[in-house]
């Protein structure tokens, strides 16, 4: 039988629950469990495809093609359990697919309400991921106690463990044990105000997850014991990482959460298995060197829009003993001020996807300075696409090269809409997504740092690469190192007498894992590192380069 954890957020948003749950899951799978991880978010849209990264950071893509939310990218890198269109639900998919019902006439004659019609179909959506094979189903629910939009949500949760049996399903609840410095000490009263609010709908939160800044005395966690009606053993401090983000598995364990949980939930488990996260980890506090990339994109002052670029590179970090410094440079700015100005004292550069013309030519040019200063550089999706305009307009001097997304009429389409997109007017979840196999060049860097010819990745794109200009880019040096295995549809290009210069039109940073960097990372950072000790040794001979303008460590 299987068992459910559902894991609910109280106080503020952005409390890490996508990482907490991620962290249970990945606990749980390390005592032998059988996990599946889900989340429902509260709101209209049917998924975040159609979301600016400003309001609702990446979308992360899985292998079936759906876009979803960026925590199932926490999943995914945590836990080994299998993400698909069933691990995400919105607000907007359950009242569609309601309202669809609905039409059909399969409510004839009755009157279409939120209970139990809606609460019905989130229960069924959590219902999908029980099978005989799953120990335990995880289901986060995206926004705080108290939104409007939850509400649906919550009284689903509720009903379910009527529908199953009490014993069967778990409670979480993570909340802000906030510290205040004028009163010079942390405040339990939110969580009591949460945890009421959960209680007053009739979820009574079997355990409760604390973040905070400083520990919990434990005169403070008798008090929210006592007040949120749970045992002292139940009230979980789990303080804030300045380190990483990996950490947080290992301090939950300390606290004995998956314990906990097992215990309450009957689960027989083994003690979790940790050594390879340990190691990673010393891994990230012991590097043996420090290079700094250069992120360029239009939305370099926010964290979440490239969540699965920087993780992918910390992990690349972590395989390389390498401590991966991340320089977030604005494209505008790059347009403005000059590549040399802003890339100047990096050891590599990554372009990352996007959408729309703004900042377009300070990525071009971005490309350019790698390019033409030997820097290793790895473009991804719209990132290789600016390759390939950059190339066509400064090498092969076809001036005004530009994709068809942008100019529509341009001379040069290098870049032009896939034939599958042409009829295509709806904008949700019609690029073309999700995994695709590609056949790489023999001999080619890309082969080299894959170790294989065939692979997949997955994709998230209209525009491609114009084969009509295939033969010109060879015949100056760039290489089509991987297509389609049709051979119509160029996915890789490269330069070969560069020392690290490959762009992809996949989004190779969405199946990179802490304990196995991606491919393409590892080579880039492996490419940066070179760099780096030869411009080190350089350096040791003549006056130093300076360093990157806006650094940050994510
Ligand atoms: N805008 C480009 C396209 O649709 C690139 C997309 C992306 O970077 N994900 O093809």
């Known amino acids: 039988m299987t068992k459910h954890i559902f894991v609910t957020g109280g106080v503020v948003s952005s409390l890490g629950k996508g990482l907490t749950s991620a962290s249970i899951g990945m606990l749980l799978e390390r005592r032998g469990l059988r996990v599946r991880m889900q989340k429902l978010d509260p709101y209209i849209n049917v998924d975040p495809g159609t979301m600016s990264p400003y309001q609702h950071g990446e979308v992360y893509v899985l292998d079936d093609g759906s876009e979803t939310d960026l925590d199932l990218g926490h999943y995914e890198r945590f836990t080994h359990s299998p993400l698909t269109r069933d691990s995400n639900y919105t607000t907007g998919q359950i009242y569609l697919s309601v309202i669809e019902k609905e039409r059909r006439g399969e409510f004839l004659g009755k009157t279409v309400q939120v209970i139990p019609h809606i609460t019905n179909e989130i229960k069924h959506v959590i219902q999908k991921l029980a099978a005989p094979d799953v120990d335990v189903v995880i289901t986060e629910i995206g926004g705080t106690v108290g939104d409007i939009e939850s509400q649906p949500f919550l009284e689903a949760i509720r009903q379910f463990s009527l529908d199953t049996d009490k014993s069967n399903c778990l409670y979480i609840h993570l909340t802000l044990v906030p510290y205040l410095k004028a009163a010079g000490e942390l405040k339990t009263k939110p969580t009591q105000h949460s945890v009421g609010q959960l209680r007053q709908i009739g979820i009574q939160p079997d355990i409760l997850i604390c973040r905070c800044e400083r520990p919990i005395s434990r005169e403070d966690r008798e008090k929210i014991a006592l007040f949120c009606n749970v045992p002292i053993e139940a009230v979980i401090e789990e303080r804030d990482k300045d380190f990483s983000i990996y950490e947080v598995p290992l301090s939950l364990v300390e606290n004995r959460l998956d314990q906990l949980i097992v215990d309450r939930l009957d689960l027989a488990s083994t003690e979790p298995e940790l050594d390879d996260w340990r190691e990673l980890l010393h891994r990230l506090r012991a590097p043996r060197h420090e290079i700094t990339i250069g992120v360029v994109g239009k939305?370099?002052?926010?964290?979440?829009?490239?969540?699965?670029?920087?993780?992918?590179?910390?992990?690349?970090?972590?395989?390389?003993?390498?401590?991966?410094?991340?320089?977030?440079?604005?494209?505008?700015?790059?347009?403005?001020?000059?590549?040399?100005?802003?890339?100047?004292?990096?050891?590599?550069?990554?372009?990352?996807?996007?959408?729309?013309?703004?900042?377009?030519?300070?990525?071009?040019?971005?490309?350019?300075?790698?390019?033409?200063?030997?820097?290793?550089?790895?473009?991804?999706?719209?990132?290789?696409?600016?390759?390939?305009?950059?190339?066509?307009?400064?090498?092969?001097?076809?001036?005004?090269?530009?994709?068809?997304?942008?100019?529509?009429?341009?001379?040069?389409?290098?870049?032009?809409?896939?034939?599958?997109?042409?009829?295509?007017?709806?904008?949700?979840?019609?690029?073309?997504?999700?995994?695709?196999?590609?056949?790489?060049?023999?001999?080619?860097?890309?082969?080299?740092?894959?170790?294989?010819?065939?692979?997949?990745?997955?994709?998230?794109?209209?525009?491609?690469?114009?084969?009509?200009?295939?033969?010109?880019?060879?015949?100056?040096?760039?290489?089509?190192?991987?297509?389609?295995?049709?051979?119509?549809?160029?996915?890789?290009?490269?330069?070969?007498?560069?020392?690290?210069?490959?762009?992809?039109?996949?989004?190779?940073?969405?199946?990179?894992?802490p304990t196995a960097a991606h491919p393409l990372f590892a080579a880039l950072v492996e490419a940066a590192v070179q760099r780096h000790l030869g411009r080190t040794d350089r350096e040791r001979n003549a006056t130093p380069e300076p360093s990157p303008t806006v650094t940050d460590e994510h």
């Open 299 to 513: 939305y370099a002052e926010h964290f979440d829009a490239y969540k699965s670029i920087y993780e992918a590179l910390d992990h690349a970090g972590m395989h390389h003993r390498t401590a991966v410094r991340i320089a977030r440079i604005h494209s505008e700015a790059i347009e403005r001020e000059g590549a040399a100005r802003l890339l100047t004292g990096i050891d590599g550069l990554l372009v990352p996807g996007g959408f729309g013309e703004r900042g377009i030519e300070g990525k071009v040019e971005a490309i350019r300075f790698a390019r033409e200063k030997q820097i290793p550089f790895l473009g991804i999706c719209l990132g290789m696409q600016c390759a390939a305009i950059e190339f066509a307009r400064n090498v092969i001097g076809l001036e005004d090269a530009h994709s068809t997304e942008f100019s529509k009429d341009t001379r040069h389409p290098v870049i032009c809409l896939l034939d599958e997109q042409k009829e295509i007017t709806d904008k949700g979840g019609t690029m073309r997504l999700g995994a695709q196999p590609a056949l790489l060049a023999e001999g080619s860097i890309a082969e080299r740092a894959y170790g294989t010819r065939h692979i997949s990745e997955r994709h998230r794109h209209r525009y491609e690469f114009n084969n009509s200009y295939r033969r010109q880019f060879a015949a100056h040096g760039m290489q089509v190192s991987g297509t389609s295995p049709d051979g119509m549809l160029v996915e890789i290009i490269e330069l070969p007498e560069h020392p690290f210069f490959v762009a992809v039109q996949y989004h190779p940073e969405f199946k990179s894992k």
